[in-house]
């Protein structure tokens, strides 16, 4: 026996004995009680906080987009959690291992460009702040591993600060617009893109109510009346103080898990701090300013972002087929086409082949490569046919334009 | 055998609600007066002097840290703009496991390196009882791991300062606030990553009550740490990750963002809260219960 351990218990020897065995081991049940009260607080908890739907009053889906529409918040901050599954492998390291490498060599890239660094929002989740006061002044974070990198526009300056690396892009707000517009990142962006697409081909309702980062909202339930677009269903969470899109859900029509997940977690209507949209370049930190930043598009390494900006200058040829949710985007990229893996030959053409499937129409044949969004089409002389549609709709798209 | 001397001289004296606190001060004397336990200290404070020193010379002919973006420890491109980033670097550089490393040998050692020793007897011929023996061994422990912490910030405050400028400083949102209130988060900041090192604290004890064997417990200590470290590197293992005490370490950098971003660094505490609760008791049940015959 141990020096201490002794009680004042009169009992036998052997009862004693017995009696400390099994206070041995009753003393277990308090490590096994400690989780088991941590367990059942991780599971309980949200369940009590999410007290259910709202109680709000009947609205028409008329009513709910008008308000979407007269909704005017100039003042906001919040955080917005983005998750987005295109069904891409995931090429987030890839790409920004090629585009360093290609940036270390030519040392004229900033990481600090918005345009490339909103594009990683294409894939995986993120969280993002934002912060808002009137048009002159907004602000949008991207929250990285022990990192950021903010977009702050303020009166005519726009600046982007990437603090893992230290750099910062200068621009002037003008300019800018155009570029910011192209990324919708907050769910009220995104709703105005699908509220665009309403029309006959679409039905609109509200869909019962919804609580959102701890606001009462209404649920709008946007859904193509065709078939052959792989878009399932458009959730929007509408506030319904401010009229607000709170969060934006895309479910493709194959089912699964969202395509576009982007809501708030948490939001406030109040007047963000002054000192949120004010920046000046720390010492030492690396400024490039716009213009600046076309040499590493030269650079043969950056291969892939090379032909998209050539794509994009395409797009005056661009022609669009179908209506509706089954429009199809149509240009002639004037090139060869893609080669088939059989062409190419060897590991790559292996490669080729397996991403994409190979399809003849009418319109001779071409490689179709899908997403769980977007499908694209290439045709072998080089046409190139881009929809939220499915495989078929595609081809057929294709045999019609011929 | 100084703890036994000490011990012996403690009894003689009445007991009070203060012994414990007599018992805690010759636990921490004899702990923070080891050679092992001033080396690992050394080795804590030569890491900022490093990393400085590099720094200083790669970016001497006036160019930024070099290597690809998002190489190196987080904040050490910032470190020529502000040596007080120096010692958010050091601090990321340590967390992972310089810091948990020394937690576990100091830890494991709490209850097996006395029974190793066979000193544990004696210690427990004082009349504190079991509990307040273990509970006593527990708070040694995490001294230790707020002492370590504020061995690496303050080198690194050092360094930092003879090495580079200082003054305001730029958040990683792009705000500015003063070097004052810079130096409140670094202390925070400190305070946050000693808080995070309870639960590997906390499991290092209760392996140590385990076994007899002082460098049985420390590498079994450092072994589940590494094992821990690895397996939160594995993508497809992603469902069990958030349960890894080492999971939201790094979270304290969330406290250089403005606002401060809290969601990662509440759910770090209450993670370490949770291991602390289960090893502390576990730790406490096995104690209690077990034959001490050396």
Request: charged share 20%; proline share 4%.
């Amino acid at each position: 026996m141990a020096p201490y351990g002794s009680d004042d218990s009169t009992m036998t020897e052997e009862a004693d004995d017995r009696y400390t065995g099994r206070r041995k081991a009753a003393r277990y049940v308090v490590p096994v009680a400690v989780v088991g009260v941590a367990a059942a607080t991780i599971g309980l908890v949200p369940a009590i906080a999410d007290s259910g739907d709202p109680d709000l009053p009947e609205i028409t889906a008329q009513q709910l987009i008008d308000r979407i529409a007269e909704s005017d918040v100039q003042e906001l901050s919040g955080t917005v959690k983005i998750s987005t599954d295109l069904g891409l492998p995931d090429l987030g390291g890839l790409e920004s291992s090629l585009g360093s490498g290609a940036m270390g060599e030519s040392g004229d890239g900033s990481s600090a460009d918005p345009s490339a660094k909103l594009m990683e929002l294409a894939s995986g989740t993120h969280t993002l702040r934002v912060a808002a006061d009137g048009p002159d002044r907004q602000k949008l974070s991207l929250l990285e591993n022990a990192a950021e990198y903010s977009l702050i526009h303020n009166g005519k300056d726009v600046w982007g600060y990437d603090s893992q690396s230290n750099e910062v892009f200068h621009g002037t707000a003008e300019e800018q617009k155009d570029e910011q517009r192209d990324v919708p990142a907050t769910p009220k962006d995104m709703t105005e893109e699908a509220l665009k697409a309403v029309d006959d081909t679409t039905s609109v309702t509200v869909d019962g109510t919804a609580q959102v980062a701890g606001r009462d909202a209404y649920r709008l339930l946007i859904k193509p009346k065709q078939s052959g677009t792989t878009v399932g269903a458009i959730t929007v969470a509408v506030d319904a103080k401010t009229g607000m899109p709170l969060k934006f859900t895309l479910t493709p029509a194959s089912g699964g898990a969202a395509v576009i997940d982007a809501g708030f977690t948490q939001v406030s209507f109040a007047k963000p701090a002054a000192s949120t949209f004010d920046f000046s370049p720390p010492k030492g930190a690396k400024v490039t300013e716009e213009g600046e930043m076309t040499a590493p598009e030269e650079h043969t390494e950056r291969a892939a972002p090379k032909s998209e900006d050539e794509l994009a200058k395409d797009f005056e040829g661009l022609k669009v087929i179908g209506e509706g949710w089954n429009s199809v985007a149509t240009f002639d990229t004037g090139g060869e086409g893609i080669p088939s893996g059989s062409e190419v030959g060897g590991d790559f053409g292996g490669f080729l082949d397996s991403l994409g499937d190979k399809v003849t129409g009418k319109f001779g044949s071409g490689t179709v490569f899908q997403t769980r969004l977007v499908n694209a089409l290439v045709t072998e002389d080089g046409k190139l046919y881009v929809g939220a549609v499915t495989k078929d709709a595609l081809v057929k798209a294709a045999d019609s334009g011929k | 055998m100084s703890q036994a001397e000490a011990m012996q001289a403690e009894v003689t004296r009445t007991v009070s609600p203060l012994w414990t606190f007599g018992l805690l001060r010759s636990e921490l004397v004899t702990t923070f007066r080891r050679w092992r336990t001033l080396a690992l200290l050394a080795v804590l404070a030569g890491v900022p002097i490093l990393v400085g020193i590099a720094v200083r010379i790669e970016t001497s002919d006036g160019s930024s840290v070099g290597g690809p973006p998002g190489a190196g420890p987080a904040f050490i491109a910032q470190i020529t703009n502000n040596g007080l980033f120096l010692v958010f670097t050091a601090l990321a550089a340590t967390l992972p496991f310089f810091l948990p490393m020394a937690i576990g040998v100091i830890a494991g050692d709490a209850i097996a390196g006395e029974a190793n020793a066979g000193t544990l007897r004696y210690l427990l011929v004082a009349p504190a009882g079991r509990s307040r023996l273990l509970l006593t061994k527990y708070a040694t422990v995490m001294a230790f791991c707020l002492v370590a912490t504020l061995v690496v910030a303050v080198s690194a405050l050092t360094v930092g300062a003879l090495l580079f400028p200082l003054g305001d400083l730029t958040t990683i949102s792009g705000t500015r606030i003063s070097f004052a209130e810079g130096l409140g988060r670094a202390l925070l900041i400190a305070l946050i990553v000693a808080a995070s090192l309870v639960g590997v604290a906390a499991l290092g004890v209760f392996v140590s009550t385990l076994t007899n064997s002082g460098i049985a417990a420390m590498a079994t200590t450092v072994g589940l740490l590494i094992t821990v470290q690895i397996l939160d590197q594995i993508p497809q293992l992603h469902a069990i990750h958030p349960y890894f005490f080492s999971h939201y370490w790094l979270s304290f950098a969330d406290l250089m963002r403005e606002p401060v971003y809290w969601d990662d660094l509440l759910k770090n505490l209450g993670l370490q809260a949770v291991y602390a609760g289960v090893f502390g008791s576990a730790a406490w049940a096995r104690f209690t219960a077990k034959d001490v015959t050396a």
